[in-house]
């Protein structure tokens, strides 16, 4: 008998099933991104896959109408947890004018959207530690209670941004969460060639702020994790690093074959890691999720996908002087 | 049904062909859109290519281990629909201003670039009245390259010591300018200034030339034309009445000269270099002046004509110079310039050879004078000098007093009795 | 209008804009109890206090980073780098993230920040307390840079870069600091960022310039007047993006253009303002454009022989202008 380890996170049933609703939408647009770049139709596409139950966990500890996050390029889990929906994701990867992340601009998997409060990102790993920082700066300034919530991969733990950003946030004690996704690998590069510490939980201690290491394919351990540390944070008691481990399933990009550089064995085991799957298995075994709410999600979200993909496809690109717009503030155009 | 082309996708950012590994369906299959259709290998990643489209495969066109570049077709598909092309967004505002707008469009005629005003000083180009190419008529530096390269075409034979003559010249018309310079240095309360002209500058250009470039030499003969004038004197009245112009002495003066230049084709040449060249045709310049300029329209092929022909086109080149009706064409081609100083009141005068030309012929006042006759007795002739300005390098003293002598000669005979003005 | 050093003016405009707008805050390394390394930010600390005078760890990308973030927010950073020599690990956050918010977010997001920092030689800085920087960024789209020469621009420029909806760099000279005095007024004032300034009208040199130069050129200016050569000069104020327009008027003026940097030579900010001359001038100059800057060696040399070799001064620009005038 499978043990019910929600309930006791404070996580009801119908919760888990919307956790599990959208590891499975991002899953699925993260695959139709893919053939949709194989098919020729868009130019590149930088995945999620492996990370939805650390992305979704995450998400849903944070209030998603209150709080920032600044995620990095795989985190399409959690922007759309955050209110970014499947058919602008689209827009996106085929980079058109209606793209609310950009209107075109940046590549895919840079995510920005204000009203949802999701922090525009860059391409230059880790600038956004800082930012979210800032943020968090701000709100405390403002007196107000949000969180700032800040995902990177493991590689770019090593930059400055981030040992200069975590150390100002934990200086100023400020409401800001630091989540590492360790996904084992900096494109080749493998753990053991990026940083010689146990865990990068332990750098925590360097910044005065407390730090964890957790399984990064349970969101409901990444969901207790940031719980936490949310509320840490909107106690006034200041920043935390969370490090989760997961698994990487694509290579890092479109453009990356990772046969070359990863072996049989260990594409296996991420494949049998695979949290899409194993949180499935968990609800079924607790007869959450039941075939026909399985078929149903299967079915809603593969019309979602259908429909944004034909949507998004259609969509009008940018008018070419576009490229000239948003340099500086514009007056508004009568 | 539509035929749709599957092609090769452009797998990685820098990626320009893919390799067809192996088929995964065949002809008559039917596909969904998503499906897998082939492996496919490149430098940066091996995946599936998915179907674009829901139907049933058609053609086969690349086969296994085939190397295709991207957007080849490597199959086609046959479908139910049509496919709606990309299209691009409108709302989006098309103008967009530009940060300065510096380009005007007046005339850039007077706009001399750096490399066009060095160009212009080191050949003593005269940019007023050089043609433009460039935009709004500017002259490029193109347009002087030409100027230079086609100047020297007339005068690519030249030797050495004839280039040097040439830089001579340039020397010269610069010390024009720049006399013009020190003249209005001096300009003071109540002097006039008037601006030099287009056609005032080429003038004197020319004078300048001509003088510089050519040894100038003189001879001055005098010429008993009494018989010449009576006879005219006595058809004045009725040709003018019969013809509706003048009968002028310069007529009688230019069909003489262009009778003796038949005999002396030497005085009708013009200096090459290493040659002379003598011209063919006899086209004789002539002068004539209005308040302001100068001009030389040409009259063609005066040795065929009578007297009447050429004072007929000596009054209708006059008329064209007053009217400024006068064309290009009718200034081009002189081989010899008769001038009639006369007009003017003048009984000598030195003229400047209208260069390119080997000679011009000043044709002076006709006075009556006290002259010796054959018997010794003395009696009032009508008397005319005429005054010849020769190229030396051409011509000599000997053969420019022969060609004289053949015009006094011809014109002393000049008669009712022995020419007919027809 | 009370008399100010330049320093003085930059203080004044941050206190007032502080006192105006809640939203304006300072954070860097030494801005606070210290009142900055050289006294920028004095008294700020004991008005508005710690929360909006921060003192920062000594970590330049986070400093900036930090601000960025907090402008995302919405509130209107002024982020100081101690010397502008000290910017460079702070180049990815300015260059990459500052600049391109707005447009990469097709104007959902913007950045509206100011970063001063004190440049310029002539103090025994040697080769990191001396340099010129800001041709490193002024090729960066998004970004404005605004470099003052006075204390009544300093104070304007200062107030309307704080009010700028997008990043702003401020550049201000050390030497300045203390040196130059100049009546201000007590009025809140603004300077249009983006416009150019002529500093004397003259007819027969047309000197272009921006910071310290400004003033090395207006004393060259007044000697060269006792030989009848009249100087013309253009303060840039904002070297980024150029005020096109103001320079091809000064340059047409005279047709004789001296432009004078203390950066080194090659790519320089007057590298950028002959191209415009250059490009839209030609047909108006009488004389090659005219470079005086400073030798193309890495940074100045600490040796006073060298700085002075290394750093304009009023001599140069008179030599330089008089050549110029004599062509």
């Not at chain 1, 053939?35 to 492996?50: D, E, H, M, T, Y």
């Amino acid at each position: 008998m499978t043990e019910n380890r929600h309930a006791v996170s404070g996580l009801s049933d119908e919760d888990v099933l919307n956790m599990y609703r959208t590891m499975l939408l991002a899953r699925r647009i993260d695959e139709r991104m893919w053939l949709l770049n194989r098919a020729g139709k868009i130019p590149f596409v930088i995945s999620c896959q492996g990370q939805e139950a650390t992305q979704v966990g995450a998400a849903f500890a944070l209030d998603q109408k209150k709080d920032y996050i600044a995620p990095y390029y795989r985190d399409l889990a959690v922007v759309l947890h955050f209110g970014m929906t499947t058919k602008e994701l689209m827009l996106s990867a085929f980079a058109k004018a209606e793209d609310p992340n950009s209107g075109g601009k940046q590549m895919p998997g840079h995510f920005g959207q204000k009203k949802n409060r999701i922090i525009t990102g860059s391409s230059p790993v880790t600038t956004q530690v800082p930012h979210a920082v800032g943020v968090a700066l701000a709100g405390k300034m403002q007196k107000k209670d949000f969180v700032t919530f800040v995902t990177l991969g493991e590689g770019s733990s090593n930059q400055g941004d981030f040992h200069e950003g975590a150390n100002f946030a934990g200086v100023h004690k400020l409401p800001v969460i630091i989540m590492i996704e360790n996904n084992r690998y900096a494109i080749s590069v493998p753990l053991k060639k990026q940083f010689a510490c146990e865990k990068l939980s332990d750098r925590a201690a360097g910044y005065g702020m407390p730090g964890v290491t957790v399984n990064g394919d349970d969101p409901i351990e990444v969901y207790k994790a940031v719980k936490e540390a949310a509320d840490r944070a909107r106690e006034g008691k200041g920043p935390s690093l969370i490090e989760t481990v997961c698994y990487r399933l694509t290579a890092h990009s479109s453009d990356d074959d990772q046969r070359q550089y990863r072996s049989e064995e260990d594409l296996a085991e991420g494949r049998a890691h695979d949290p899409v799957k194993s949180f499935a298995n968990y609800l079924k075994e607790l007869n959450i999720l039941t075939p026909e709410i399985e078929e149903k999600f299967q079915n809603d979200i593969m019309a979602e996908i259908d429909e944004a993909t034909e949507y998004a496809e259609q969509a009008p690109y940018a008018a070419p002087e576009h490229a000239l717009k948003y340099v500086y503030a514009e007056q508004e155009e009568l | 049904m539509a035929i749709q082309n599957i092609v090769m996708p452009q797998l990685g950012e820098s990626v320009t062909e893919g390799t067809i590994e192996k088929w995964l369906i065949k002809p008559g299959d039917q596909v969904k859109k998503y499906d897998a259709l082939a492996e496919v290998q490149t430098d940066k990643v091996t995946a599936e290519l998915p179907s674009s489209f829901t139907g049933t495969i058609g053609e086969i066109i690349a086969q296994e281990g085939d190397t295709i570049a991207v957007g080849e077709i490597v199959c086609t598909i046959q479908i139910e629909e049509a496919v709606v092309s990309e299209k691009t967004d409108t709302n989006v505002p098309k103008t967009i201003e530009h940060v300065t707008a510096i380009s005007s469009e007046k005339s850039m005629k007077t706009r001399y670039s750096p490399a066009v005003g060095r160009l212009a000083t080191e050949y003593q180009i005269d940019l007023s009245q050089v043609e433009g190419s460039g935009a709004s008529g500017r002259i490029t530096r193109k347009d002087i390259q030409k100027i230079i390269d086609m100047g020297a075409i007339p005068r690519s034979a030249l030797q050495t010591t004839e280039q040097s003559t040439r830089v001579a010249s340039q020397q010269a018309i610069d010390e024009v300018n720049l006399k013009a310079d020190s003249l209005v240095q001096s300009f003071s309360t109540g002097d006039v200034e008037i601006p030099v002209s287009g056609v005032r500058r080429s003038i004197a250009k020319n004078m300048v030339t001509s003088t510089q470039e050519i040894p100038h030499a003189w001879m001055m003969m005098e010429v008993d034309v009494t018989d010449l004038v009576s006879y005219r004197d006595s058809i004045k009245e009725d040709f003018k009445k019969k013809e509706g112009y003048n009968l002028t002495y310069f007529a009688f003066f230019v069909k003489a000269v262009s009778q003796a230049l038949k005999e002396f084709p030497m005085m009708n040449s013009q200096w090459h270099g290493d040659k002379i060249i003598q011209k063919k045709d006899i086209n004789l310049s002539i002068a004539v002046a209005t308040e302001d300029a100068l001009f030389v329209p040409v009259i063609h092929h005066a040795d065929d004509k009578s007297i009447k022909g050429i004072a007929k086109e000596i009054h209708e080149l006059a008329q064209k110079v007053r009217n400024g009706k006068l064309k290009p064409e009718d200034m081009q081609g002189g081989t010899f310039t008769v001038n009639n100083t006369g007009s003017f009141g003048s009984v000598q005068s030195m003229g400047i050879i209208n260069y390119p030309q080997a000679a011009i012929l000043q044709i002076e006042s006709i006075v009556k004078r006290p002259v010796i006759m054959n018997g010794g007795m003395f009696a009032a002739r009508d008397m005319v000098n005429i005054c010849l300005s020769i190229d030396h390098r051409i011509l000599d003293g000997l053969i420019s007093g022969k060609f004289l002598a053949r015009i006094k000669e011809i014109l002393e005979n000049t008669s009712k009795e022995s020419t007919s003005i027809y | 209008m009370t008399v100010l050093s330049y320093m003085d003016a930059i203080t004044l405009a941050m206190k007032e804009e502080m006192e105006r707008d809640e939203r304006v805050f300072i954070l860097g390394e030494d801005v606070g109890v210290k009142g900055g390394v050289f006294k920028a930010t004095q008294g700020l600390y004991e008005q508005f206090g710690e929360e909006r005078v921060i003192d920062t760890p000594l970590a330049e990308s986070a400093i900036v980073g930090v601000g960025v973030g907090a402008a995302m927010y919405g509130l209107r950073p002024i982020a100081e780098m101690q010397f502008a020599d000290f910017i460079m690990p702070a180049v990815n956050q300015i260059i990459s993230e500052a600049s391109k918010i707005r447009y990469r977010s097709d104007n959902d997001w913007s950045c509206p920040m100011v970063i001063r920092a004190p440049f310029g030689g002539g103090v025994h800085g040697a080769l990191y307390h001396s340099q010129s920087v800001e041709a490193v960024f002024a090729n960066q789209p998004g970004l404005k840079i605004v470099i003052p020469s006075t204390p009544y621009d300093a104070k304007g420029l200062l107030k309307a870069a704080i009010r700028d909806d997008d990043p702003v760099l401020f550049f201000e000279h050390k030497r300045a600091y203390r040196l130059i005095k100049d009546d201000v007024p007590d009025d809140d004032y603004t300077i249009e960022i983006g416009k150019a300034d002529v500093k004397r009208e003259g007819e027969d040199v047309t000197v272009i310039t921006y910071g310290l130069c400004v003033h090395f050129a207006l004393q060259a200016a007044e000697r060269l007047e006792k030989d009848g050569i009249d100087v013309h000069i253009l303060d840039l104020r904002t070297i980024y993006p150029l005020d096109q327009e103001a320079i091809i008027k000064a340059a047409k003026k005279t047709g004789k253009v001296l432009l004078i940097t203390e950066d080194t030579k090659e790519g320089s900010v007057m590298s950028e303002v002959a191209a415009i001359i250059a490009e839209y001038a030609l047909f108006d100059l009488d004389a090659p454009i005219k470079r005086l800057a400073g030798p193309d060696v890495p940074a100045m040399p600490y040796a006073p022989t060298m700085e002075k070799f290394f750093m304009m001064n009023p001599e140069k620009v008179e030599q330089a202008i008089r050549e110029l005038a004599e062509f």
